[in-house]
C-alpha cells in the first residue's frame, strides 16, 4: 500500500507539474501513450521527449530504474505476449501454446507405480498446482473465455475441511506447499478443455469492446426455466420475420432439481440456437434472464456450483468457437413472461400475443455439458 501510494504522488507530479499526459501507472509500474513523439537523448539513447523527461524525473528523486524496463515502440513484449495497441492485439508464440498444452495434458496425465506397474491417478504438490494454475491464467490474456476451466481446480486446492473430534465441529486446515492432492475426473475434464481450447486457438486475441448499448444487439434472447422444463423466446428483429419459440421438456433423470443449473441451461439453450442458425457477422447477442444469479456467473466466469460449472464451460465454448460477444442482462420477471410460460409448457398464452409464433420443441443440450463439447 505504501509503495503504491507513493507512486501515485511520483505519477501526480509527472502529471501537474511536467506536463506528461496521459500517465498511469499499476503499482510501480508507469506508462503512456500518444502519436508519434519527438525524440530526445538519455544518456546514450533516443527516447520519446516524454518518457525522459520522466526518467529525469525518477533521477532526480533518486528512484532506481533499469535500462531494459525503459522500452517504447509501435509493439511491446510484456509478461511475454506481444502487445500492438494500433492492431488492438495480444499475441501468444506458437512455440509457448504449443508448450503450454503439453505441460497441463503432462499434469493431468495418470502415472505409472512403480511398485505395481499400473497407472495411478497424479498426485502434484501443492506448489505445482499453484505453479500449472498461474501459467494457465497467464494464458487467459489471449483466450479470457477459458477461465471457466479453472474454476474445479481453485476448488480442489482450497482449504480442507477437517472435523474437531472433542468440539463436534468442522473447520478449514490450511495446505502445506508439499502437500499432495490427487486430481478428480472434474479437474482432469477441465484442464483438459482447457488445454484443447488453447490449442486450437489462434493465439491472437482481438481487442474488441465487451460492454455495447443493448440497442446495438444484433439478436435478443429471452430465458427462463422452471424444474421440468426451459424456454427461450426470440422477438423478431424486424417485421419480415416471425417470433420464435423454443420449448424443452426435461424427463426423468434430466431433472436436477437445481434451477440455477435449469437457468443456466436456458441461457445455453439460446446460445446453441445462434451457433447453428448462423449469420453474417454475428456478434452481439443480448440475452435478457430474470436469474440474478446466471446473470452474475456470466459476468465473473467463475461459480462454486459443482452442477453450474460444466454448463457455464459449454456456454463459453460455443461462444469461443462461433466469435461471440454477448451480454446476460437482469430484468424483471414480469417482463420475462413469454419465456416464463414457454418454460412450463404455457403456449396458449404466447401464441394469443404473437399469433405468428413458430415453435419448436428441443431436446435438452445435456449432451454438450457431459461432455459433447467439453
Same mark, same amino acid.
Given at each position: 500500500m505504501i509503495w503504491c501510494a507513493f507512486a %501515485?504522488?511520483?505519477g501526480w507530479i509527472a502529471f501537474h507539474h511536467l506536463g506528461i499526459d496521459p500517465i498511469q501507472h499499476y503499482m510501480d509500474d508507469f506508462w503512456s501513450f500518444g502519436k508519434s513523439p519527438r525524440h530526445s537523448l538519455y544518456g546514450d539513447r533516443l527516447l520519446p521527449d516524454s518518457q525522459v523527461r520522466f526518467l529525469n524525473l525518477l533521477d532526480q528523486l533518486r528512484i532506481p530504474h533499469k535500462p531494459e524496463k525503459q522500452v517504447y515502440g509501435h509493439k511491446l513484449t510484456i509478461i511475454? =505476449?506481444?502487445?500492438d495497441p494500433n492492431a488492438m492485439t495480444i499475441t501468444?508464440?506458437?512455440? @509457448? @501454446?504449443r508448450d503450454l498444452v503439453e505441460r497441463i495434458r503432462t499434469f493431468v496425465a495418470k502415472e505409472i507405480d512403480p511398485k505395481s506397474g499400473k497407472a495411478m491417478d497424479r498426485r502434484p504438490t501443492l506448489r505445482e498446482w499453484q505453479q500449472m494454475l498461474g501459467e494457465m491464467n497467464w494464458a487467459l490474456n489471449i483466450l479470457p &473465455?477459458? /477461465?471457466p476451466g479453472l474454476n474445479s481446480s481453485y476448488r480442489k486446492i482450497s482449504t480442507r475441511p477437517t472435523k474437531? /473430534?472433542? @468440539? $463436534?465441529? %468442522?473447520?478449514? @486446515?490450511?495446505r502445506g506447499p508439499h502437500t499432495r492432492i490427487h486430481h478428480n475426473q472434474s479437474t482432469v475434464r477441465d484442464l483438459l478443455w482447457f488445454a484443447n481450447h488453447l490449442e486450437t486457438c489462434k493465439g491472437v486475441h482481438i481487442i474488441r469492446s465487451q460492454l455495447w448499448a443493448p440497442q446495438s444487439a444484433q439478436r435478443v434472447a429471452f430465458v427462463d426455466a422452471c424444474l421440468e422444463g426451459l424456454g427461450v423466446f426470440l422477438p423478431p428483429h424486424d417485421f419480415r420475420e416471425r417470433p420464435?419459440?423454443?420449448?424443452? /421438456?426435461l424427463e426423468g433423470d434430466q431433472i436436477y432439481g437445481d434451477i440455477f443449473h435449469n437457468e443456466m441451461l436456458a441461457i445455453l439453450c439460446a446460445l446453441l440456437y445462434f451457433s447453428v442458425h448462423p449469420e453474417p457477422n454475428l456478434s452481439r447477442i443480448l440475452i435478457n434472464s430474470d436469474s440474478l444469479d446466471s446473470v452474475? !456467473? =456470466?459476468h465473473s466466469? *467463475?461459480? $462454486? *456450483?459443482?452442477?453450474? *460449472?460444466? !454448463? &457455464?464451460m459449454a456456454s463459453a465454448g460455443v461462444i469461443m468457437d462461433n466469435g461471440f460477444i454477448p451480454r446476460v442482462i437482469h430484468i424483471p420477471g414480469k417482463e420475462n413472461v413469454d419465456a416464463d410460460c414457454l418454460s412450463r409448457g404455457l403456449f396458449a398464452p404466447v401464441i394469443a400475443r404473437w399469433p405468428l409464433l413458430r415453435l419448436f420443441r428441443i431436446n435438452p443440450p445435456l449432451d454438450t455439458v457431459r461432455g459433447g463439447r467439453l
Open positions: %501515485s504522488l511520483v511475454g =505476449f506481444e502487445v501468444m508464440a506458437e512455440d @509457448k @501454446k &473465455l477459458a /477461465r474437531d /473430534r472433542d @468440539k $463436534n465441529t %468442522s473447520a478449514t @486446515k490450511p420464435t419459440a423454443l420449448y424443452c /421438456r452474475q !456467473v =456470466f466466469l *467463475s461459480t $462454486n *456450483s459443482t452442477t453450474v *460449472s460444466p !454448463v &457455464l
